[in-house]
């Protein structure tokens, strides 16, 4: 069993920067794909970014590339997003989520993901 604690929302003006973080309970963490998402109030929940351990080229929705770079601390058991150039349009709920051991999928597909976060605020105004 995976548990995760997300930190980090706030809100903030347009361009300025937020990093969330996920902590990870288990021994495990190394090998499963993390992965950040979002979803606004009315919109469903989009994949944000996504890691492997050790992969040279995580997973990014086109929205965020090259503002958002996605790391992972395996020794810490968390996961960071780091977040530039905000947008009020970035506004929403962020999860984290781990996807199955093993699994080979990273991607941005919700239903890949086995344990979730509950959640951090992130609202961006302009």
């Known amino acids: 069993q995976v548990q995760l604690v997300e930190s980090g929302g706030g809100s903030v003006q347009s361009g300025g920067s937020l990093r969330l973080s996920c902590a990870a309970s288990?021994?495990?963490?190394?090998?499963?794909?993390m992965a950040w998402f979002r979803q606004a109030p009315g919109k469903e929940r989009e994949g944000v970014a996504a890691?492997?351990?050790?992969?040279?080229?995580?997973y990014y929705t086109d929205s965020v590339k090259g503002r958002f770079p996605i790391s992972r601390d395996n020794a810490a058991n968390t996961l960071y997003l780091q977040m530039n150039s905000l947008r009020p349009e970035d506004t929403a709920m962020y999860y984290c989520?781990?996807?199955?051991?093993?699994?080979?999928?990273?991607?941005?597909?919700?239903?890949?993901?086995?344990?979730w976060g509950q959640g951090t605020q992130v609202t961006v105004s302009s």
């Open positions: 989520a781990a996807g199955g051991q093993g699994s080979l999928y990273c991607g941005g597909m919700p239903s890949a993901y086995n344990h």
């Open positions: 288990g021994s495990t963490y190394s090998r499963r794909c």
């Open positions: 890691v492997y351990t050790g992969s040279a080229f995580p």
